[in-house]
């Protein structure tokens, strides 16, 4: 039971916030309605392509191509930084950082450096965070706030683009903090990659593409994750994060419920008209900002602000982004991990990149 309550706080708590809200609006009806279905859908076909793809050794594969082209600790920083931003548009950032945090500290292992290592990281991280927010499948709550409020790709790429782009040139920008020290790094280039698995998962993926661009239903998306899953790789099924899952359910629950409660409506009703950003931005430093999101989206009809604030909220603290919790904790369970100095230089880096970004957008970008 510890180890349960240690490894799904955020599950646990959201659960626990569910059931306390049943006991003002006691289960009827209207509970139906709470659940946004296509949205866990998605969730749940994505991320079965995604660990088919990691089954077949996609990642390893392309990570090896992109690291022969490095020579130095700067440079090979950035060869993982940007695998992560760009790769995360696609994969979502968790799937990006639990891809490329390990290879990290596998190619970093040999170099006694574990002041760069830990930059890295924490540029990865950021990485990963800010270049999910440049798709609707880049992360969980752009897909939430996507169908929630029907956007249009235009209308959701248009919003993210500049937070997107400034936020890339600033990690850019910062592995200049890094040493040009040679570096040496492992790869794998004996990799085999199976191509019949890997063309039934990027049928999966394509169809998961088209469902979220609503061309197909989510029903048929459904199928085709469990029969293409059941088909080349059934442990594919078991990998994917039920837990994420069960967590929308219980704030699906729990959002639906207290927006029924008259008073509560009314004050967040008040306090977010105008303040979309700043709001949701705040209240991912301390809840994160997937269930921030989800709280949140009942109670305005601006889903552009409020995405963007829950986007530009992932930065700040090691709570404000469950993925960035997911590379602090790989990290914290190598060999000579420093948690302590992690802890300090994600705080300094992202709140240094956090700041200016909702300056821009709250003052220059309207």
Not at 79 to 103: E, G, K, R, W
Not at 173 to 178: I, K, R
Request: charged share 15%; with cysteine.
């Amino acid at each position: 039971m510890k180890k349960f309550l240690r490894s799904q706080p955020v599950l646990v708590i959201s659960f626990i916030a569910a059931v306390i809200t049943m006991f003002v609006i006691p289960p009827d009806k209207e509970y139906i309605g709470y659940i946004n279905k296509t949205v866990l859908i998605q969730l749940f076909s994505l991320m079965a392509a995604v660990a088919g793809f990691r089954n077949v050794g996609i990642f390893e594969k392309a990570t090896s191509f992109m690291l022969k082209k490095a020579g130095t600790v700067r440079r090979l920083a950035l060869v993982f930084i940007i695998l992560c931003y760009f790769s995360s548009m696609l994969v979502t950032n968790d799937v990006a950082l639990l891809t490329f945090v390990p290879l990290t500290l596998l190619v970093f292992s040999g170099m006694n450096d574990e002041k760069s290592l830990i930059f890295t990281i924490v540029l990865e991280t950021i990485a990963a965070n800010m270049g999910s927010m440049l798709t609707p499948i880049g992360n969980p709550q752009n897909l939430f706030v996507y169908d929630e409020f029907h956007l249009t790709a235009g209308q959701f790429i248009t919003t993210m683009l500049p937070a997107g782009l400034i936020s890339g040139a600033m990690l850019v920008l910062l592995t200049l903090f890094l040493p040009k020290t040679a570096c040496i790094s492992e790869n794998s280039e004996n990799t085999k990659i199976k191509p019949v698995p890997t063309a039934g998962f990027a049928v999966l993926f394509a169809v998961c593409l088209l469902t979220v661009f609503r061309v197909i239903p989510d029903w048929a998306c459904l199928i085709a994750a469990v029969a293409i899953s059941l088909i080349f790789d059934r442990k594919v099924l078991a990998k994917v994060d039920y837990a994420l899952l069960a967590t929308f359910v219980c704030f699906f629950v729990f959002v639906g419920n207290i927006a029924r409660i008259e008073p509560v409506r009314e004050f967040f009703s008040e306090i977010l008209v105008g303040r979309e950003l700043i709001v949701t931005c705040l209240l991912s430093q301390v809840i994160s900002n997937v269930p921030a999101t989800v709280m949140l989206a009942g109670f305005t009809d601006n889903g552009t602000q409020l995405i963007l604030g829950a986007d530009i909220g992932g930065l700040g603290t090691i709570i404000a982004s469950l993925a960035s919790l997911i590379s602090f904790q790989i990290y914290r369970k190598s060999e000579n991990s420093k948690s302590g100095r992690y802890l300090l230089t994600f705080t300094g880096v992202s709140v240094c990149m956090l700041i200016p970004l909702l300056l821009v957008h709250m003052f220059l970008i309207k």
